[in-house]
């Protein structure tokens, strides 16, 4: 569901998944689509309280296995309706989780002067997640926005570009500090994709979104980016993803100095 540039989460062979499960109950009961179509609902109980690794790289990659089955599936009018409730928590647990995988890393950092590994990889695997989710085919009964719409909505209102931002800063400081590696890339781009979608379509963008970024500083995060790449050790890809984020700024953005350091960035990259 992700960015095709980016490699997906290994998961541990022994870690025993959500639809692993789901599976083995479907073959009993003759209802295995039917299964598959209603794990987003099940995983939202699933992600409540994780805290280790593996676990949360097993769900993220089951969030992304259900809504590529859900969206593959999505003529079928026979399918059950997703619970918009359920769908909206699980966002919201992901955005969560983000937040607990950032804290923990400072905090291991400014504890025991030791770098976390796994907040890269669990960051990468929590943003192709909502990668997943914000792109969940289907329109919720009675409702003028499509699932996908609802979860960027979900992840906005519970400060998930705050988050981001902050798991991008983390992750940057590592990597120039200490060691640049394939998996902080992947990481970077992948948070920086989900960003990205978040103004990839022009009717769901709004100027209190273009504020969201501002107000969190990260205009200047995404700037620094554009201005020196080599610095910051960022990729090509994610380059593009940082700009339309810049762009939207630029558009809807409050007019002054900001808006005027935006331009002369991309006046410099053209």
Known sequence: MGDSTISPISIVPSTPTLLDALEETGKNTGQEDIQHKCTLELLRKAMEGLSESCPVLAVCSEIERCVKLYNESSTDCTLPMVDVIHLKQ????????????????????????????????????????????????????????????????????R????????????????????????????????????????????????????ESFLNDGGQLLLKRYQSNPLESEVTSDMLLHCRPVLEACLQYGRIGKVQDDITQVFAIKC
Do not use: W
């Open 90 to 157: 699980c966002q919201h647990n992901l955005v969560v989780l983000l937040g607990k995988a950032q804290e923990n890393s400072v905090l291991k950092y400014m504890e025991d002067s030791i770098v976390c590994d796994t907040f890269p990889t669990e960051a990468k695997a929590i943003a192709l997640a909502t990668v997943a989710l914000f792109k969940l085919d289907g329109r919720p009964p009675k409702s003028f926005g499509e699932y996908g719409t609802e979860c960027m909505q979900e992840f906005k209102k």
């Open 159 to 210: 400060a998930g570009i705050k988050i981001a931002l902050r798991a991008l800063d983390t992750i940057e400081i590592t990597q120039i500090l200490f060691n640049a590696n394939r998996t902080n890339h992947e990481a970077m781009q992948a948070l920086g994709y989900m960003l990205s979608l978040l103004v990839d379509k022009p009717c769901t963008v709004h100027a209190e979104d273009a």
